[in-house]
């Protein structure tokens, strides 16, 4: 897909949705070293909208970015199909590499709205900001990998 840069007053209601979840999650990072708090949204397949902040710690190699926190958060309520991510930072930083390889085992196709506190957005898809990723599928067939998923939620 070939990123598309607008203006968030262009949005779509749905879009403008879950950039207003992002917005709101921003306000509850947890940056005292960084100071550049991040927020993030995910809407499963199910509807249901999942929020993330940046945590970040003294130890910095425990920090968790916003979009890996909104993921694992769905994922803990059962959730692991998606169907767009919003990401909110003061400049417009698009999702770091882990959060990227982290969003792609669960939407290899994931529209994702990227946007900064002036009011901009850039609309991008999962498949363009990491192309040619590891495979999640290295471990077999998506046929297995769900039959496995099925037998597994059965327990
Ligand atoms: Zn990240």
Not at 46 to 66: D, P, Q, R
Not at 93 to 107: D, K, N, W, Y
């Amino acid at each position: 897909m070939k990123p598309v840069t607008l203006s968030q007053a262009e949005l779509s209601p749905e879009w403008r949705t879950l950039l207003d979840a992002a917005m709101a999650a921003r306000r509850r990072a947890y940056a005292p070293y960084s100071c550049f708090p991040v927020g993030a949204a995910v809407r499963a397949v199910s509807g249901a909208i999942y929020t993330g902040c940046n945590i970040e710690n003294a130890s910095s190699g425990l920090t968790v970015c916003a979009e890996r926190v909104a993921i694992w958060k769905a994922v803990a309520a059962g959730e692991t199909a998606f169907e767009a991510l919003a990401v909110i930072t003061e400049s417009g930083a698009t999702p770091c590499g882990a959060c990227r390889q982290v969003l792609i085992e669960f939407a290899a196709e994931l529209p994702i709205l990227v946007a900064d506190t002036a009011a901009h957005a850039w609309l991008t898809d999962l498949q363009t900001l990491l192309p040619d990723a590891f495979p999640r599928l290295l471990y077999g067939t998506d046929d297995e990998w769900r039959a496995a998923d099925r037998s597994r939620s059965q327990t």
